[in-house]
């Protein structure tokens, strides 16, 4: 009995033992499991890093030496057919096309019939309906009488940016024009003593401002410090200093640049500026004393030229 006792014991301590063997090996399978998915992964991303590096090294191999163009889109007026053009404008006194021609330095405004704001300006407009006051005696509240009404200045200021040389010439006749228009006949010569001219002032279609009289009473434009300017391009040959069209295209205008020969006379615009312009209406006295205010209620004078706001 005692023998029988000793072996059964030592059976179970060997089953123990192998219990425990197998459960060692299988921890020791399982991390050799992970250690292998470990390889794989470290493997993969190695594989997939060599396969980036190469295919960026070959595309760098058939790109070296191929020029980038940057392509530049001009900007553009984009209108339904048969929109009217609602760009601000003011426009050039039909007497100014008898004194200069498209090789003038007035000349790039011909094509677009007097200054064109290139972007979109902020318009200030100032209307007044001016009353008396009577004050009687012991009273405590005036009474107001109407004396008349007035449409005050109206100040157009833009930002006027500047690219190429083309772009150049038409803020220089732009300038050119206000200085024009701020300016009675004087001096010598058929006119003489002619007031400034009236412009007719244009914007944003038919009820807003349309065909308003306005005379010009003053301007601001700044040529800042910090920014690059751009030289006109202007040659001694009169007939390429004007392009034919200012709708062209301008990125196939010369840009004068430091260095280069340029002959003839000689003019910089700034690539960005401030242009301010203050304008006030001025009716004819005909028109004024034709007034009719049931059509001007009605919105009939946007349908006319008499330009009345």
């Not at 889109?73 to 006194?93: F, H, M, N």
């Not at 308003?212 to 601001?220: A, D, E, G, L, R």
């Not at 209406?281 to 049931?294: A, E, G, K, L």
Request: aromatic content about 10%; overall charge neutral; proline content about 6%.
């Amino acid at each position: 009995m005692a023998f029988e006792h000793s072996d059964n014991k030592t059976n179970l301590v060997n089953k123990v033992t192998s219990l425990a063997e197998g459960v060692k090996d299988g921890i020791q399978l399982n991390s050799n499991a992970n250690s292998l998915i470990d390889s794989v992964k470290d493997g993969a991303s190695s594989v997939i890093g060599k396969y980036k590096r190469t295919v960026n090294s070959v595309l760098s191999q058939i790109l070296d030496g191929v020029p980038f163009k940057k392509l530049i889109t001009d900007a553009r007026t984009i209108t339904k057919s048969g929109e009217q053009d609602w760009r601000v404008r003011l426009s050039l006194p039909t007497q100014y096309r008898s004194m200069f021609g498209k090789n003038d330095l007035l000349g790039p405004l011909l094509d677009t019939n007097g200054l064109v704001f290139p972007t979109n300006p902020t318009v200030l407009v100032s209307q007044e309906a001016n009353y008396n006051s009577l004050h009687p005696v012991h009273t405590n509240y005036p009474f107001w009488a109407y004396q008349n009404s007035q449409v005050g200045q109206i100040t157009v200021t833009a930002n006027f940016p500047v690219q190429n040389s083309l772009e150049a010439r038409y803020w220089v006749a732009c300038i050119h024009y206000l200085r024009s228009i701020t300016k009675m006949n004087y001096g010598t010569g058929p006119g003489a003593g002619e007031p400034p001219p009236v412009v007719k002032f244009n914007g944003y279609g038919d009820y807003v401002f349309k065909n308003v009289p306005v005379v010009v009473t003053s301007f601001q434009f700044d040529m800042p410090q910090d920014v690059d300017y751009i030289s006109c391009g202007f040659t001694d040959n009169p007939a390429s200093n004007n392009p034919a069209s200012f709708g062209g295209n301008p990125h196939e205008a010369t840009v004068g640049s430091e260095g280069a020969s340029q002959s003839g006379p000689s003019a910089w615009a700034p690539v960005t500026s401030l242009l301010t312009v203050s304008i006030v209406p001025q009716y004819s006295r005909r028109d004024v004393s034709n007034f009719d205010f049931r059509k001007f209620v009605k919105g009939e004078y946007g349908k006319s030229d008499t330009g009345f706001i």
